[in-house]
């Protein structure tokens, strides 16, 4: 088990003080289990990640916790908001290894606890905006994906990066469902991969990520729609061509390769002009790129967005 003790963070002064005492919550948590542990009985399974406050971070107002963990979309556990907080204590998120191949020079696997080691640790708060019409705040704790990808050494040929999540029906009780192929799949042009703002994410709250927001590690790509975030990835393939996504496998209709978040071209389910922010009654209107315009407009210079959704 990983114990990281905190006493060299000061997070008073790196994070908003809902964070600090979710943060304390938490911890108290952690000494109950280690209390557990000394009585026989089930270990946490969340500890407590220190992280230094990265210059990402939106002043809106975090999502509480409790939302945060209770309110999820996780196919691999059910497909309704409330399965995978209830269904998620199976997942095993240690050991675990992650493969990184495809067209790199270096290809290699990670035991998740050396990745985690191979940045400091930044906590980041983003939006997420999911296609359905609702978004959260979120403090995230992970370093730029550009950091592992740049350890493999792309060749010349890669173009693209394929995230795939685990395939275990046995710890992931939703893929006994064919409600998408399994395993889920999700990918980025290698520009948008290589972006400071994509995150490769390892907790959120000060704390290693809960298994329903897809522990141990998943990508958060925060200027597009939630579902382009792959959760508990096990394989990372850098590829030629544009991979084929779980969600454009299942309806290319209605999920696009970029699914940039865009208030002005419509899902044809759902208007993207307005979201509800969790915990908020009044409708916000979305904004381009989910607010990341400034940083990320120049990755799409020149691309007809409604072509390119
Ligand atoms: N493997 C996997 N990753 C996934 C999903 C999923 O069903 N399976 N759902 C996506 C969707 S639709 C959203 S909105 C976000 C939700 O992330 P959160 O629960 O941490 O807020 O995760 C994304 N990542
Ligand atoms: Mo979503």
Sequence with gaps: MLIKRPDDIAPSEITPAEVYRARRQFMQGAAAGAAGLLLGLPEAEAVPLAATASPYRVSDAPTPFKAVTSYNNFYEFGVNKDDPAANAQSLRPRPWSVRIEGEVLKPRSFDIDNLMKLAPLEERVYRLRCVEGWSMVIPWIGFSLA??????????????????????PQQMPGQRDNV???PYREGLRLDEAMHPLTLLAFGLY???????????????????????SAKSIATIRLTKEQPLTAWMQANPRE???????NPTVDHPRWSQAKER????FFKRDTLMFNGYADQVGKLYAGMDLRKYF
């Design 147 to 168: 950091t592992l990808l740049k350890q493999v050494e792309p060749t010349g040929n890669a173009k693209f990066v394929e995230f795939v999540s685990l395939k275990d």
């Design 255 to 261: 999920y696009g390769f970029y699914s940039n978040v």
């Design 206 to 228: 000060g704390q290693t990520l809960p298994n329903q927001n897809g522990a141990p590690v998943r990508i958060v790509v925060p200027w597009k729609y939630g579902f382009k």
């Design 180 to 182: 998408l192929d399994w």
């Design 277 to 280: 922010r969790i915990g908020e």
